[in-house]
């Protein structure tokens, strides 16, 4: 299936090709339109010839040419991608074919959601995603959180049950960046989104608990691993506290050095000690070296009637110093604990 380039500019009305379609203008609501949207004439004429071979339920190679070329001035229009996949199947085109222009047509506009789900119908029916990584690979070079190539690739391993094979490249994306959200809400997906009704095993829980552990060593004020941290847990309904010894190595309540301000004026005057997720390392004799951490703390204290005034510091500490942007949400946290 040859695929001309979309600069072809001969006008449909003078191609003998075409001689047979009478066009089917759009109808903007007569000839004065209240708020009529200023297409080029290229495009207009594309999409009235479109619109009489839809009338027509025409599907030829001529048709496939047609959605090229207005798929090169838009390819954001939906109807126009949903007919070529219907044009595609009608005619038993080669859709491996299909999926190599798409490679093209994806690396020039990343952030289109039209063709990743056009991409979705024609590999569904192809059912061939050999090539698939090695594409993806390439479209997060460019952009490693585009969340229409972690959407699709979601689907990939549903639909191909692909597993078993997705974690080392997820561990390769993770160690280029630690803090890329999207590999890690991939990685929980591909560990824990099975739906055979299988239990988790302890030895793959253990594995994922320290993998979390160790990317928070690399750099504690993400938020990344500690959620995701958090998440095993819940999942695998083992109780916070079992993270607390852990989560103390960076927050120290006991440190003498800590003290706190007023929380209630945190919002008007943010301290200077406000950890940055940015930063690789915060000194290891720094008694809070992670908001995150005290986020923890706060709620395995919250837990133990006994160790209330422990989760109240943690939460002062957290409005009036290392998290004051967000010091009315930590001030209605500390409210809470008075209802328990």
């Known amino acids: 299936?040859?695929?001309?380039?979309?600069?072809?500019?001969?006008?449909?009305?003078?191609?003998?090709?075409?001689?047979?379609?009478?066009?089917?203008?759009?109808?903007?609501?007569?000839?004065n339109p209240l708020a009529a949207i200023a297409y080029t004439d290229a495009y207009s004429e594309a999409m009235s010839y479109l619109?009489?071979?839809?009338?027509?339920?025409?599907?030829?190679?001529?048709?496939?040419?047609?959605?090229?070329?207005?798929v090169g001035m838009n390819p954001a229009h939906y109807t126009v991608w949903l007919y070529r996949a219907k044009c595609l199947f009608e005619l038993d085109k080669d859709l491996g074919e299909e999926m190599r222009w798409l490679n093209g047509v994806a690396l020039r506009w990343q952030k289109n959601y039209?063709?990743?789900?056009?991409?979705?119908?024609?590999?569904?029916?192809?059912?061939?995603?050999?090539?698939?990584?090695?594409?993806?690979?390439?479209?997060?070079?460019?952009?490693?959180?585009?969340?229409?190539?972690?959407s699709y690739r979601q689907w990939l391993v549903r639909r191909f049950s692909l597993w078993d094979t997705e974690l080392p490249d997820i561990d390769r994306l993770?160690?280029?960046?630690?803090?890329?959200?999207?590999?890690?809400?991939?990685?929980?997906?591909v560990v824990?989104?099975?739906?055979?009704?299988?239990?988790?095993?302890?030895?793959?829980?253990?594995?994922?608990?320290?993998?979390?552990?160790?990317?928070?060593?690399?750099?504690?004020?993400?938020?990344?691993?500690?959620?995701?941290?958090?998440?095993?847990?819940?999942?695998?309904?083992?109780?916070?506290?079992?993270?607390?010894?852990?989560?103390?190595?960076?927050?120290?309540l006991s440190s003498p050095s800590l003290s706190i301000?007023?929380?209630?004026?945190?919002?008007?005057?943010?301290?200077?000690?406000?950890?940055?997720?940015?930063?690789?390392h915060t000194p290891p004799t720094a008694p809070i070296r992670s908001s995150h951490a005290l986020d923890i703390l706060a709620d395995i204290y919250a837990a133990t009637p006994e160790k209330k005034a422990d989760a109240e510091r943690a939460l002062d500490l957290l409005a009036s110093t290392y998290d004051p942007v967000r010091a009315n949400y930590w001030i209605w946290r500390k409210g809470l604990l008075g209802r328990g």
């Open 174 to 189: 993770l160690d280029d960046d630690v803090r890329n959200n999207s590999a890690w809400n991939h990685r929980y997906f």
């Open 261 to 280: 301000t007023d929380p209630t004026s945190a919002s008007e005057n943010p301290s200077s000690t406000i950890l940055s997720s940015t930063t690789h």
């Open 1 to 31: 299936m040859a695929h001309p380039t979309t600069s072809h500019q001969t006008p449909y009305a003078t191609s003998p090709l075409w001689s047979d379609i009478t066009p089917l203008p759009q109808d903007d609501g007569g000839p």
């Open 114 to 150: 039209q063709i990743w789900h056009h991409r979705q119908l024609i590999m569904d029916k192809y059912a061939d995603p050999s090539g698939e990584p090695a594409f993806i690979a390439k479209m997060f070079e460019d952009d490693a959180k585009n969340y229409h190539v972690w």
């Open 51 to 70: 619109r009489a071979v839809m009338a027509l339920q025409e599907y030829s190679d001529r048709v496939l040419e047609l959605t090229e070329r207005i």
């Open 192 to 252: 824990f989104g099975r739906e055979d009704g299988e239990p988790i095993a302890d030895e793959i829980v253990e594995r994922e608990i320290e993998y979390a552990k160790e990317a928070i060593r690399k750099a504690p004020q993400n938020p990344s691993p500690w959620n995701y941290l958090r998440g095993v847990l819940t999942r695998t309904a083992r109780p916070l506290s079992t993270i607390h010894d852990f989560s103390v190595l960076f927050a120290d």
